[in-house]
């Protein structure tokens, strides 16, 4: 009694044999009976789950990796991955789907809600609720493969912010945006990661390496929507069995003109840029195309210097030509100035003018005053430097500030001065004409805080956009203003 008592104390903390399957006999077969050991680490209780596989009893059973980092070949469906893909479980982005298949798509953009899974980007239409639980028939997502995709940041292809780019294998793109810039920065980063790991796991590498090989074959799928070259296996001996096949029979890869890549393609895309620099450096300048006639000088976006020694003036022409129409029959019109006229007929009028083509202002096309007033308005605001200079910008401003009033009319008049002669006097013919407008303002209803208004952000700007915005149109109206009010002592114009 006492021998057993020892034995049994020994056996005690023992766990019962694993039987193996060759073992199992009559009521004990189709049964697998397992170990039950409590274990802190998630990778030991994994490894536990292989007890239930049934091994070939020919073969002996292999070991099992108990180290956390052998944790990933426990993994269901790993195929050798071996980083975990991170899934989102949704969140409404802004999509757009600008190419399918390499074919070009108009871009519309459409908030969707948008779900990661492990290995592809869904695209909800219905409601967060429905994409969440069971969909209805009918109401499947659009799904995108991640495996092979290219993610990347984008500025080209949107004018919007947060941008991101998804180039698909099959050639698609999309394009997702998110006002919030950490929210569409962590989607960036999820599905980024995401193809990374699928590309890894597929056997492919980036930079248009080969990728996935498609089974029973030789042939490697192109990766990232880009050609890549087809590996051909070497060719067999005449002799071999491998030359006798049937002649109906098509290589994919030996005959297959769509699969095989060529040298000779990569020789003609040289030859094409070859010929482009070519003609590219062999066209004429500028200069030459302006002397030989083919390319004339134009009026509009011309700088007001150049325009006025071409034509031997110090004002404009077309400035005199507006100015007088206006005074002509517009002085009383209601609005004048302010109100736009019809922008098609402008740019009608724009062009005759870049042409030197004869027009008359007086004729019935140009009716509408307000297009006259909206032609002239185009034509300082596209000066390639403002009627007040960009180095006097901030001077003028300065003089602006002055709390005296004899003082700050003895500075803007003194910074007036200093302009160029055909900035000079065409600013003194604008105000001139301005202070005719004034003269109606019963009939016409304009004031000079209204003109301001208008001529204010026409006449100057700074030329860095690096202050506040805000601020530097508040000045521009104060200045415009105050000259407007002062022009006849700022000019001279009393004295005519």
Same mark, same amino acid.
């Given at each position: 009694?006492?021998?057993?008592?020892?034995?049994?104390?020994?056996?005690?903390?023992?766990?019962?044999?694993?039987?193996?399957?060759?073992?199992?006999?009559?009521?004990?077969?189709?049964?697998?009976?397992?170990?039950?050991?409590?274990? %802190?680490?998630?990778?030991?209780?994994?490894?536990?789950?292989?007890?239930?596989?049934?091994? &070939?009893?020919?073969?002996?059973? /292999?070991?099992?990796?108990?180290?956390?980092?052998?944790?990933? %070949?426990?993994?269901?469906?790993?195929?050798?991955?071996? $980083?975990?893909?991170?899934?989102?479980?949704?969140?409404?982005?802004?999509?757009?789907?600008?190419?399918?298949?390499?074919?070009?798509?108009?871009?519309?953009?459409?908030?969707?809600?948008?779900?990661?899974?492990?290995?592809?980007?869904?695209?909800?239409?219905?409601?967060?609720?429905?994409?969440?639980?069971?969909?209805?028939?009918?109401?499947?997502?659009?799904?995108? &493969?991640?495996?092979?995709?290219?993610?990347?940041?984008?500025?080209?292809?949107?004018?919007?912010?947060?941008?991101?780019?998804?180039?698909?294998?099959?050639?698609?793109?999309?394009?997702?945006?998110?006002?919030?810039?950490?929210?569409?920065?962590?989607?960036?980063?999820?599905?980024?990661?995401?193809? &990374?790991?699928?590309?890894?796991?597929?056997?492919?590498?980036?930079?248009?390496?080969?990728?996935?090989?498609?089974?029973?074959?030789?042939?490697?799928?192109?990766?990232?929507?880009?050609?890549?070259?087809?590996?051909?296996?070497?060719?067999?001996?005449? +002799?071999?069995?491998?030359?006798?096949?049937?002649?109906?029979?098509?290589?994919?890869?030996?005959?297959?003109?769509?699969?095989?890549?060529?040298?000779? +393609?990569?020789?003609?895309?040289?030859?094409?840029? !070859?010929?482009?620099?070519?003609?590219?450096?062999?066209?004429?300048?500028?200069?030459?195309?302006? *002397?030989?006639?083919?390319? /004339?000088?134009?009026?509009?976006?011309?700088?007001?210097?150049?325009?006025?020694?071409? *034509?031997?003036?110090?004002?404009?022409?077309?400035?005199? %030509?507006?100015?007088?129409?206006?005074?002509?029959?517009?002085? *009383?019109?209601?609005?004048?100035?302010?109100?736009?006229?019809?922008?098609?007929?402008?740019? /009608?009028?724009?062009?005759?003018?870049?042409?030197?083509? $004869?027009?008359?202002?007086?004729?019935?096309?140009?009716? +509408?005053?307000?297009?006259?007033?909206?032609?002239?308005?185009?034509?300082?605001?596209?000066?390639? $430097?403002?009627?007040?200079?960009?180095?006097?910008?901030?001077?003028?401003?300065?003089?602006?500030?002055?709390?005296?009033?004899?003082?700050?009319?003895?500075?803007?008049?003194?910074?007036?001065?200093?302009?160029?002669?055909?900035?000079? &006097?065409?600013?003194?013919?604008?105000?001139?004409?301005?202070?005719?407008?004034?003269?109606?303002?019963?009939?016409?209803?304009?004031?000079?805080?209204?003109?301001?208004?208008?001529?204010?952000?026409?006449?100057?700007?700074?030329?860095?956009?690096?202050? !506040?915005?805000?601020?530097?149109?508040?000045?521009?109206? %104060?200045?415009? $203003?105050?000259?407007?009010? *002062?022009?006849?002592?700022?000019?001279?114009?009393? /004295?005519?």
């Amino acid at each position: 009694a006492a021998g057993k008592v020892i034995t049994n104390l020994q056996n005690v903390g023992k766990q019962p044999p694993l039987i193996l399957p060759h073992q199992l006999t009559g009521a004990a077969q189709g049964t697998v009976q397992m170990r039950i050991k409590s274990s %802190q680490s998630s990778g030991e209780r994994l490894s536990q789950t292989k007890s239930m596989v049934l091994q &070939d009893p020919d073969l002996p059973p /292999k070991p099992i990796a108990r180290h956390r980092r052998n944790q990933s %070949q426990h993994n269901i469906g790993g195929a050798g991955a071996a $980083e975990t893909l991170v899934v989102l479980k949704g969140e409404y982005l802004n999509k757009a789907k600008i190419s399918d298949g390499g074919k070009k798509l108009r871009k519309n953009w459409a908030s969707t809600w948008v779900v990661l899974e492990t290995d592809t980007l869904l695209f909800y239409k219905d409601s967060k609720q429905e994409a969440l639980t069971n969909l209805k028939p009918g109401c499947s997502p659009d799904g995108v &493969d991640l495996c092979g995709a290219v993610v990347e940041w984008t500025t080209e292809r949107s004018s919007r912010r947060n941008v991101v780019q998804i180039t698909t294998s099959s050639g698609s793109e999309f394009l997702l945006q998110a006002d919030n810039y950490p929210t569409i920065c962590k989607w960036h980063d999820a599905i980024k990661s995401t193809a &990374d790991n699928l590309s890894k796991g597929a056997g492919g590498q980036a930079f248009g390496k080969p990728g996935i090989q498609r089974a029973n074959s030789t042939e490697y799928l192109p990766r990232h929507g880009l050609p890549s070259k087809t590996l051909s296996l070497p060719k067999p001996a005449p +002799d071999s069995p491998c030359t006798k096949e049937p002649e109906h029979r098509r290589s994919l890869i030996f005959k297959s003109s769509k699969l095989t890549y060529s040298m000779s +393609d990569s020789a003609d895309k040289n030859g094409v840029k !070859n010929r482009l620099k070519k003609f590219i450096s062999r066209r004429p300048s500028m200069k030459t195309l302006q *002397e030989k006639g083919i390319i /004339k000088d134009r009026v509009f976006g011309c700088h007001l210097l150049a325009l006025c020694e071409r *034509e031997g003036t110090t004002v404009p022409k077309f400035v005199r %030509q507006c100015v007088e129409a206006v005074e002509k029959r517009g002085l *009383e019109a209601d609005g004048i100035y302010r109100v736009s006229g019809n922008l098609a007929t402008i740019q /009608k009028l724009r062009f005759l003018v870049d042409q030197e083509e $004869e027009f008359n202002l007086d004729d019935s096309q140009w009716e +509408d005053i307000h297009v006259v007033t909206g032609a002239l308005k185009m034509f300082f605001r596209e000066l390639p $430097e403002p009627l007040f200079p960009f180095p006097l910008f901030d001077l003028f401003v300065e003089a602006i500030k002055t709390k005296a009033g004899k003082q700050k009319v003895q500075a803007i008049k003194k910074l007036v001065l200093q302009l160029p002669k055909p900035n000079q &006097d065409t600013m003194r013919v604008l105000f001139r004409h301005l202070q005719k407008i004034l003269t109606c303002s019963r009939k016409n209803l304009m004031s000079t805080q209204g003109i301001s208004i208008v001529f204010g952000p026409t006449l100057m700007w700074p030329e860095l956009d690096c202050g !506040n915005m805000a601020v530097n149109m508040v000045y521009q109206n %104060q200045i415009v $203003e105050f000259i407007l009010i *002062e022009s006849p002592e700022i000019f001279g114009l009393e /004295k005519k």
